[in-house]
């Protein structure tokens, strides 16, 4: 029997897990022992991924739509061949960026490479990723406050913080083994900031259950507070960061009395908040979606890093203004996409960049792409406006995915081609397509990953491909062969090729990577970013800014701060209800079309939608647990969910899980001014009783 040690391709913990195999069979799955980030553990996602194997797939080839409607499964290289000459035939009638791309952060660092470089380099178009509905916001942060997008941590330090303070963020279902090495450490006070006691604000030993989308007013009064208090690092403040001077007259407008009214805690709380802050000595901040997904998240997010500067908790053990990410690999597409800045960082027109870039491809500068990519929301709005014609989706499914997601159907149909790349054709984004590429799923790729600690680990193949089967990577290729890019694709042959171009790309960057070989990394702990040539490492645990030296130009970090604006779409008479949503089950992923390769979890979870609403509210509109709610959106639509009763949730407030494509049927489409990422949690709604027999 022989094992392979490769990485989980569900959440951004990317655990390890070792596959036996035995006639490309895997017999069992063992999360790998020894790996930093689980040790022996993993949740019931990652060990089923062996089901991925018992899936019976209709068929192996391509599925291209006919003019009559009717489908045919063809070759693959007739596929990749129609695919080119319907992308050269639109750009031709409707001009460049008349075609475009969207992709995600579950692929891995080499497909979206390549996918970067065909799409945006040779057709010379957009490309955006999902990641832009899940990261972008503490991406815009990061850059601006740290000078890069950085995330300081690494995972150990919530087993070395004394005080861990987690706003928006839901572990106990969304991270699993994060959650775990929060239980392991049994010295923390856990404080959690959620408008719902959540799963893990049922677990904390403080919550503080704001109202949702008033976490920055919060901030603001606690650095006030701090501030006034006198409970500032001045030294780190001083050293290392900069605009201090400015944010402390900034935020004297903010009292404790102010940001109790807006979020709905008492004054008491907030202050025994402040004392808590003061009085720990490794205080670590957690944020997640609760924070990336809003109309004023960036600044929010850089008021969380604010707090961790003025009291120098940050680039030491056990500290850090943490930003967790959702995807396998989210962290290697902000980088190596070619979608927002060039492969390993830098701006589109940074002419050192474009240098260094365009001799490691082996082009002229020319080639490269020369500004960033329009983003997702721009990209939706194009298509329906008839500005763009063509559109290839890989590893991901916007129909149920993307913010009040029927503008999303309204594209499908406004389009003339529509491109999908997915394991399964009969997802609510590839069973209506034109041509739907059916690739292998995970467990037969290679590849890299980076996790939301910055480590980079190896995908290897469990099994090995059929005749037929195809893998991203190859198809991409493929279609870039069929498009007629020649020699410019001749340093991409294989993922080996594209890892080594994008660690070559990353030189001298702060996410260097060179020190990093593609073999090296099988078997191994992962590796951190930055690993520079001809480094040793000493350790299988670093965290960033232990110098304390940022990557902006002075080197110093920055404080960033912003008013505090008025909801955009506040609620009204009308809609005086909110709708919060997010993870539902750590068996459940996103759009559910994987929930059939979680053992158990496909038979127990509740088909149809639901929502939990809180247990008084549900009782004045005459609603008992199990019947139907009606619920009608600010955004124009109105969806149906059985009512699940809980004490869990405020009294204005309603979650529904957005593993259902009702839930999207009802969000807005509300961006951050800065990240574009959706403001996928806080939607005024009202609500009504569906009686028996009416709708
Ligand atoms: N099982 C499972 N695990 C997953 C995923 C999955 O689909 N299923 N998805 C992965 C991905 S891509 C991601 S991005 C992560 C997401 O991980 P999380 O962000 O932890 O999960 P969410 O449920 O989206 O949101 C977290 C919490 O934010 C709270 N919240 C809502 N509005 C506000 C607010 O205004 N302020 C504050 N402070 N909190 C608010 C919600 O009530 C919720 O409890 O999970 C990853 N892990
Ligand atoms: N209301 C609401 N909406 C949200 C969120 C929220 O909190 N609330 N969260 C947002 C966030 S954070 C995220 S990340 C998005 C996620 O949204 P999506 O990315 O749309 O969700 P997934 O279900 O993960 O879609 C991945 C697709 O890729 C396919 N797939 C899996 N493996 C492979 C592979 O190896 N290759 C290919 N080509 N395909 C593969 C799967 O079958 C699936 O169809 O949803 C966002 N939407
Ligand atoms: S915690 Fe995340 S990476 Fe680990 S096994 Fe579960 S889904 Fe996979
Ligand atoms: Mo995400």
Redesign the pocket.
């Known amino acids: 029997m022989k094992k392979v040690q490769s990485t989980c391709n569900?959440?951004?913990l990317d655990c390890n897990l070792d596959f036996y195999v035995e006639g490309n069979k895997i017999i069992k799955v063992v999360p790998t022992k020894g790996y930093p980030v689980n040790n022996g553990f993993s949740?019931i996602?990652g060990l089923s991924l062996d089901k991925q194997q018992t899936i019976v797939r209709e068929s192996t080839l391509p599925r291209f739509k006919q003019e009559d409607g009717s489908v045919k499964r063809i070759p693959w290289d007739d596929a990749y061949k129609i695919v080119a000459d319907k992308f050269i035939e639109l750009q031709q009638k409707y001009g460049t960026e008349s075609i475009a791309g969207l992709s995600t952060?579950q692929l891995t660092m080499e497909e979206f490479s390549i996918f970067g470089h065909v799409m945006r380099n040779h057709l010379k178009t957009n490309v955006d990723g999902n990641t832009r509905l899940?990261?972008a916001t503490a991406v815009v942060a990061h850059k601006q406050s740290f000078g890069f997008d950085a995330p300081p941590y690494t995972l150990k330090d919530i087993e070395l913080s004394d005080t861990i303070i987690l706003?928006?963020?839901?572990?106990v279902?969304?991270?699993?083994i994060l959650w775990d090495r929060i239980r392991s450490n049994k010295n923390k006070k856990l404080i959690v900031?959620?408008?719902?006691k959540?799963?893990?604000?049922q677990n904390a030993d403080y919550w503080y259950d704001?109202?949702?989308?008033?976490?920055l007013i919060l901030l603001y009064a606690i650095a006030n507070k701090i501030i006034e208090n006198g409970y500032l690092d001045n030294e780190y403040i001083n050293n290392y960061t900069e605009g201090f001077e400015d944010f402390k007259e900034f935020v004297k407008q903010y009292t404790v009395g102010k940001a109790a009214k807006a979020t709905g805690l008492s004054e008491v709380s907030i202050l025994e908040l402040v004392e808590l802050i003061h009085s720990g000595k490794r205080v670590s901040f957690w944020?997640?979606?609760?924070?990336?997904?809003?109309y004023e998240a960036v600044r929010t997010a850089q008021a969380i890093i604010n707090l961790a500067l003025m009291t120098g908790n940050i680039g030491k053990p056990g500290t850090g203004a943490n930003s967790?990410?959702?995807?396998c690999n989210?962290m290697g597409s902000r980088a190596y996409s070619n979608t927002s800045v060039l492969y390993g960082g830098g701006d589109f027109d940074n002419a050192a960049r474009r240098e260094r870039v365009s001799e490691v491809l082996g082009v002229d500068e020319s080639v490269l792409a020369t500004k960033p990519t329009l983003t997702y929301n721009g990209i939706i709005e194009k298509i329906i406006s008839g500005e763009i014609k063509g559109l290839w989706v890989i590893c991901t499914n916007p129909r149920h995915s993307w913010t009040n997601n029927k503008t999303f159907k309204e594209a499908m149909k406004k389009l003339e081609f529509f491109v999908v790349q997915d394991i399964y054709g009969d997802t609510d984004s590839s069973e209506d397509c034109d041509m739907y590429l059916p690739v292998v799923s995970g467990i037969k790729k290679e590849g890299t990953y980076i996790n939301t600690e910055r480590r980079i680990s190896a995908m290897r193949p469990a099994l090995e491909k059929s005749e037929d089967e195809r893998s991203d990577y190859e198809v991409i290729y493929g279609i870039g062969k069929a498009l007629g890019m020649g020699n410019l694709l001749d340093k991409w042959k294989t993922p080996r090729d594209a890892f080594n171009l994008m660690k070559e790309c990353s030189r001298n960057m702060p996410c260097d990577m060179t020190g990093v070989t593609y073999d090296g990394l099988v078997n191994s702990k992962g590796i951190q970013w930055p690993f520079r040539e001809g480094e040793v490492l000493e350790d299988d645990q670093r965290r960033l800014f232990e110098d304390n030296k940022y990557y902006t130009p002075s080197k110093k970090a920055k404080f960033i701060f912003e008013e505090v604006r008025e909801n955009p779409l506040p609620n009204t008479k009308e809609f005086p209800y909110t709708l919060?949503?997010?993870?539902?089950?750590?068996?459940?992923?996103?759009t559910q079309t994987r929930t059939r390769e979680v053992a158990f979890v496909e038979d127990v979870s509740i088909k149809d939608a639901y929502i939990y609403i809180n247990t008084k509210l549900a009782e004045e509109i005459g609603v008992q647990e199990n019947e139907n709610i009606k619920v009608s959106s600010i955004n124009g639509n109105s969806s149906d969910f059985i009512a699940k009763l809980t004490d869990n949730i405020r009294y204005d407030e309603l979650?529904v899980p957005?593993?259902y494509l009702e839930c999207n049927n009802l969000t807005p489409s509300l961006y951050d001014p800065y990240s574009k990422e959706p403001s996928?949690?806080?939607t005024p709604i009202n609500i009504s009783k569906i009686e028996v027999g009416g709708k």
């Open positions: 569900y959440c951004a949740c996602k952060g899940c990261m706003i928006g963020a839901n572990p279902l969304a991270h699993p900031i959620d408008p719902r959540s799963e893990t604000a704001l109202k949702g989308k008033t976490d944020w997640t979606m609760g924070v990336n997904q809003g967790l990410t959702g995807q989210a919060n949503t997010g993870r539902g089950s750590v068996g459940q992923w996103h979650y957005m593993h996928y949690k806080t």
